[in-house]
């Protein structure tokens, strides 16, 4: 009788190519004991040892350095020594706290590069804390992760769908709800208020990348309560503003953009289900796409390509997955942060990609940015042919 051929990828050991085969040997290698007493004793081998024990340790205690973070953040700490440097005693008085648990998460602080010492035994920012000082957006971040943190408590419930722990998806209140467009303002105030204050830097990274000026119309889709569009009235000031967001979410962008002054058409609604003001020869989905299901988004994304100008384009901006040199923060840190969320997922380009030909784009063009590992861009026009599925 005939065997049946083993599946490709399977661990049959007749079916192992010889690449397989070396990689097994090598795994073998590393993991054997006296391999690694040899490898450590081996002055050549020596550096390479030493920076993988350091790897292993920091993935290790990873948690207790953002802990860290969380706590001078917390205090306002970078803050105070920005202000002017000061001791561990001074800090203790200021902080109401025993100048035991001051000292030592001053020490964490300084050995994480948040903090440094200064002379007379002050203490003053460090190079990773002086990038804080003015950064609203990073803060906020770090204050919102106490969320995550507890959600991560148990993190195989959270990938079985087990988890009694849903503060994120509490938080970003649209992710689970059945009609986002019902959220009243105190569901969504301080998810909006978190994206308007990490905002900033991402629309200057984008506003970098794309020529807006050249648009006539632009419509931010999810645009939140408005903070990007108050970056790119300035930057193209000629350009027609349009901004699409929950009812709840879209009446915080109308009153801020009236309060700076930047004259916009605001709409609310659910772009899953309402359909979007047509015209706009320019649409931006900034830090939208991740947070849903593929199913979803192309939903949303037909809805554009239904809307959007014949000779507009789509742009696209979030972090992706794949993304050279930071592929932990696409595929760990989103990967369960929107685990976490209940819904959505980083995307390779090629991943978005796809989703956008088959809702009747081509699949768009890298733009590059500056700091790719926070942001990309990638930017699509309606495919001339018919629209898939529509
Ligand atoms: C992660 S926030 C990004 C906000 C903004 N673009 C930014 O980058 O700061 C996603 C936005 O999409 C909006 N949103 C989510 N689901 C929506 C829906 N079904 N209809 C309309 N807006 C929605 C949210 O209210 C939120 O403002």
């Not at 020529?211 to 999810?222: I, K, N, S, T």
């Not at 940015?369 to 495919?383: H, S």
Request: glycine share 8%; charged share 25%.
């Amino acid at each position: 009788m005939a065997m049946a051929a083993a599946p490709e990828g399977s661990s049959a050991g007749n079916t192992l190519g010889w690449r397989d085969r070396a990689v097994l040997w090598r795994d073998r290698l590393l993991t054997s004991e006296t391999f690694q007493r040899l490898a450590t004793a081996f002055p050549p081998t020596r550096p390479i040892v030493r920076r993988r024990v350091r790897s292993l340790f920091d993935l290790c205690a990873g948690f207790v350095y953002s802990q860290v973070l969380y706590a001078c953040v917390k205090l306002r700490l970078f803050e105070e020594v920005a202000a002017a440097p000061a001791t561990v005693d001074e800090l203790a008085q200021r902080f109401d706290m025993p100048a035991d648990g001051m000292r030592r998460l001053v020490d964490a602080a300084i050995s994480l590069d948040l903090l440094e010492r200064r002379s007379g035994s002050r203490i003053g920012l460090g190079a990773l804390g002086a990038a804080m000082v003015n950064n609203a957006g990073i803060k906020a971040m770090v204050e919102h992760h106490a969320l995550l943190y507890a959600d991560l408590a148990d993190p195989l419930a959270l990938l079985r769908g087990t988890s009694q722990s849903r503060q994120l998806q509490d938080y970003w209140g649209y992710a689970a709800a059945g009609q986002p467009d019902g959220l009243a303002e105190d569901a969504v105030a301080s998810y909006s208020a978190l994206m308007a204050a990490s905002q900033a830097f991402i629309a200057s990274e984008v506003i970098a990348a794309y020529p807006f000026a050249r648009h006539r119309r632009l419509l931010d889709v999810g645009g939140g309560e408005g903070a990007f569009l108050q970056a790119v009235a300035l930057a193209a000031p000629r350009l027609q503003l349009g901004l699409f967001d929950l009812p709840a979410v879209a009446e915080r962008a109308r009153a801020r953009l009236k309060e700076a002054g930047v004259d916009a058409e605001v709409n609310g609604g659910d772009f899953f289900r309402d359909g979007l003001p047509a015209g706009a020869d320019l649409v931006s989905l900034v830090r939208v796409l991740h947070d849903h299901d593929d199913d979803d988004v192309l939903t949303l994304l037909r809805a554009i390509r239904a809307s959007i100008a014949e000779d507009g384009v789509l742009l696209i901006a979030e972090p992706m997955a794949e993304t050279r040199g930071a592929e932990p923060i696409g595929a760990a840190y989103f990967g369960f942060y929107l685990c976490a969320m209940g819904s959505g997922r980083a995307r390779s380009p090629s991943e978005l990609g796809e989703l956008l030909v088959a809702a009747g784009f081509d699949e768009g063009r890298m733009w590059r940015t500056r700091t790719p590992l926070l942001v990309r861009i990638l930017v699509a026009r309606p495919a001339a042919s018919r629209l898939d599925g529509m």
